[in-house]
């Protein structure tokens, strides 16, 4: 995988292509779904679609008179930055307010791709289309926010999340959450593991430790470097890994703390109710944040934090 960084003037129009013919048959996808329930705004995705396409032939035109006929083949998953987009366009039939939401994010993450390239590139005719494709952009960003907001009921345009919430999940919540898990998750074996094994709360708390903040650490680092946070809108690395990394500590001292108490068998029952505890507030930030219902996130979660703390008991009995 590249960094959007290393990328040079012809790799970003190639990209740039990709993204204008994948969006183009994404907003098509969402005119055939929402034409029967919806068909104001199935005929508003049908003309940001003919735009993306227009779009697309723009660039190619500008590619072709810089670089000639052969565009690589760079797409959105070959480059650090970009967010996976959920394929709710295949789901049928689709719900307005998720397509909405999903177009705004869409088309935000490609205005601040735009934007992000003019710092990259030099030539006039290609910073002038990057420009006006920014400011393109930038109006279906509004567009999308205030889609057929005729066909919305008030229930809906109060519970729908607003760009500034969306940004606070992306920056905070979603690499906090990560840290949780895999803190919360990752740690059980190797504690309980310690625990069974020699049933000494010190040499226990002291894995947990470690284990813990060794996590925290690798998962800020990893999570700083994954991302710059310029196309995706996910803020800066530093500060994202920072939270990663604290929430993964946290996630594996929540349950290694309370082996500061000499006695085995009480200080294991407290640490046992801290792990479920830990798995439903896991469930509860998916359930509020991500769109996930309560009781899917919950059987997600807690079946799998159940079997990795299963494991930690098998292996330290064994």
Do not use: C
């Not at 490609?110 to 390239?117: K, L, P, Q, W």
């Not at 279906?140 to 907001?149: D, I, T």
């Not at 310029?230 to 929540?254: D, F, K």
């Not at 799998?304 to 930690?312: C, E, N, R, S, W």
């Amino acid at each position: 995988m590249r960094r959007f960084s290393e990328l040079d003037e012809r790799e970003i129009l190639a990209l740039a292509i990709s993204l204008e013919e994948e969006h183009g048959r994404i907003y098509t996808e969402y005119a055939e779904g929402l034409k029967e329930n919806y068909p104001a705004s199935a005929r508003i995705f049908t003309k940001m679609g003919e735009e993306e396409n227009e779009h697309r032939r723009w660039l190619i035109a500008l590619f072709q008179q810089k670089f000639g006929d052969h565009i690589p083949l760079i797409r959105r998953h070959d480059v650090a930055g970009f967010v996976r987009h959920e394929p709710i366009w295949m789901v049928r039939p689709l719900g307005l307010e998720r397509v909405r939401a999903q177009a705004e994010d869409i088309e935000r993450e490609t205005r601040n791709f735009y934007r992000s390239s003019l710092e990259r590139t030099s030539d006039a005719a290609i910073r002038k289309l990057l420009g006006d494709l920014a400011v393109i952009e930038d109006r279906h960003v509004r567009m999308a926010h205030q889609l057929s907001e005729d066909e919305i009921t008030d229930d809906v345009k109060t519970s729908e999340a607003h760009a500034e919430r969306r940004a606070f999940v992306l920056q905070y919540v979603q690499p906090g959450l990560t840290g949780l898990i895999d803190g919360s998750v990752s740690t059980l074996a190797p504690i309980f593991a310690a625990a069974f094994a020699t049933q000494n709360t010190w040499q226990t708390f002291l894995v947990g430790m470690a284990a813990s903040v060794g996590a925290g650490i690798s998962m800020g680092i990893a999570e700083a470097m994954a991302d710059d946070g310029m196309i995706s809108g996910r803020g800066h690395p530093w500060v994202r890994g920072a939270i990663t990394g604290v929430m993964t500590a946290l996630g594996g001292l929540g349950h290694t703390l309370p082996y500061l108490i000499p006695e085995f068998w009480t200080a294991t029952a407290i640490a046992a109710l801290v792990v479920l505890i830990e798995l439903w507030v896991i469930a509860w930030i998916r359930a509020r944040y991500m769109d996930t219902k309560f009781m899917r996130a919950a059987s997600e979660v807690v079946l799998g934090g159940l079997v990795v703390f299963a494991v930690g008991i098998l292996i330290g009995s064994a």
